[in-house]
């Protein structure tokens, strides 16, 4: 969540010369509790709907949940406590940045809220329904909304190029919660979450990991065309290159255990990428 704020904050600087630290710092700071509501509210509700239980009795799947709840080490009041409080403070934050930069900044507080609560949450759950509702609210979440959200915080208008900047990191952070599905989802289809994985199967389900991976890096290439990132942004495409060597390891059907490497590539390209993203907008920025 912290480089995509960073994208879109930079934006603004390089494109328009707009950067106030203070706004800047409360974005971060409201952001990364979103981030948080968003992982312990998926806790709680994954919880209640008895996907994580699960995944901890589901011979050869990996439990990915925090363990706060279902080991005990916190009591489901104050799990919801630290949940809702952290709610709390991204609301006063989006409160904050919305008197200073205009009242769109709590659209896109909301959005992302809406988004967090019911990736999960009943009635709507719309993570469960298998049909890639949850890859675009990942995208949404992690790419545009922070990303166009941050840019708007500085200016107070918009800009394409914030678009077009949030996609790479988007789709990259999109590859790591859909790999994530692989280390458990023979968990998710006993427990009734259906996750693309379940509905596809671990073929297909490939298939399209390697497709969002060659669209991150193609939304790279196209955001340096257009003038979103220098030139030198390309430096960046390499990145790919250990996880793209992964899959080469990876058969039509594997074990949970064999994706965890997987897991760990799609991490490492999205900080390095996201890193050298920012770092080039700040060469940029200075000279």
Same mark, same amino acid.
């Given at each position: 969540?912290? =480089? #995509?704020?960073?994208?879109?904050?930079?934006?603004? %600087?390089?494109?328009?010369?707009?950067?106030? +630290? $203070? /706004?800047?710092?409360?974005?971060?700071?409201?952001?990364?509790?979103?981030?948080?509501?968003?992982?312990?509210?998926?806790?709680?509700?994954?919880?209640?709907?008895?996907?994580?239980?699960?995944?901890?009795?589901?011979?050869?799947?990996?439990?990915?949940?925090?363990?706060?709840?279902?080991?005990?080490?916190?009591?489901?009041?104050?799990?919801?406590?630290?949940?809702?409080?952290?709610?709390?403070?991204?609301?006063?934050?989006?409160?904050?940045?919305? @008197? %200073?930069?205009?009242? &769109?900044?709590?659209?896109?507080?909301?959005?992302?809220?809406?988004?967090?609560? @019911?990736?999960?949450? +009943? +009635?709507?759950?719309?993570?469960?329904?298998?049909?890639?509702?949850?890859?675009?609210?990942?995208?949404?979440?992690?790419?545009?909304? &922070?990303?166009?959200?941050?840019? $708007?915080?500085?200016?107070?208008?918009?800009?394409?190029?914030?678009?077009?900047?949030?996609? #790479?990191?988007?789709?990259?952070?999109?590859? =790591? /919660?859909?790999?994530?599905? %692989? /280390?458990?989802?023979?968990?998710? *289809?006993?427990?009734?979450? *259906?996750?693309?994985?379940?509905?596809?199967?671990? *073929?297909?389900?490939?298939? $399209?990991?390697?497709?969002?991976?060659?669209?991150?890096?193609?939304?790279?290439?196209?955001?340096? =065309?257009?003038?979103?990132? &220098?030139?030198?942004? /390309?430096?960046?495409? #390499?990145?790919?290159?250990?996880?793209?060597?992964?899959?080469?390891?990876?058969?039509?059907?594997?074990?949970?255990?064999?994706?965890? #490497?997987?897991?760990?590539?799609?991490?490492?390209?999205?900080?390095?990428?996201?890193?050298?993203?920012?770092?080039?907008?700040?060469?940029?920025?200075?000279?």
């Amino acid at each position: 969540m912290l =480089i #995509p704020v960073a994208l879109g904050a930079l934006g603004a %600087f390089v494109w328009n010369g707009l950067f106030d +630290p $203070f /706004l800047f710092l409360v974005t971060i700071i409201g952001a990364g509790a979103a981030h948080l509501f968003s992982n312990m509210i998926n806790d709680l509700w994954d919880y209640y709907n008895g996907t994580d239980s699960a995944a901890q009795n589901t011979e050869g799947a990996i439990a990915t949940n925090s363990g706060y709840l279902t080991k005990g080490t916190w009591s489901i009041r104050t799990f919801a406590a630290v949940t809702w409080g952290l709610f709390a403070l991204a609301a006063v934050c989006g409160l904050i940045l919305s @008197f %200073f930069s205009g009242w &769109p900044v709590l659209v896109f507080g909301v959005a992302g809220a809406l988004i967090a609560y @019911f990736y999960v949450a +009943p +009635p709507v759950q719309f993570g469960y329904k298998g049909k890639g509702y949850s890859e675009v609210a990942i995208l949404l979440s992690f790419g545009v909304l &922070p990303v166009m959200g941050a840019y $708007f915080v500085q200016t107070s208008f918009l800009d394409y190029r914030a678009l077009l900047l949030s996609l #790479p990191i988007g789709l990259l952070t999109t590859l =790591i /919660l859909f790999n994530h599905h %692989f /280390l458990h989802w023979q968990a998710d *289809r006993q427990a009734g979450k *259906r996750t693309l994985v379940v509905v596809w199967g671990e *073929r297909r389900a490939l298939l $399209f990991s390697r497709v969002l991976l060659a669209l991150a890096y193609f939304s790279l290439v196209v955001s340096v =065309i257009a003038d979103a990132l &220098p030139i030198y942004a /390309l430096l960046a495409l #390499p990145t790919a290159i250990p996880l793209y060597l992964v899959y080469g390891r990876l058969s039509t059907h594997n074990a949970s255990t064999a994706y965890v #490497p997987l897991m760990g590539a799609s991490l490492q390209a999205t900080i390095r990428c996201g890193g050298i993203m920012i770092i080039c907008l700040i060469v940029q920025g200075l000279v």
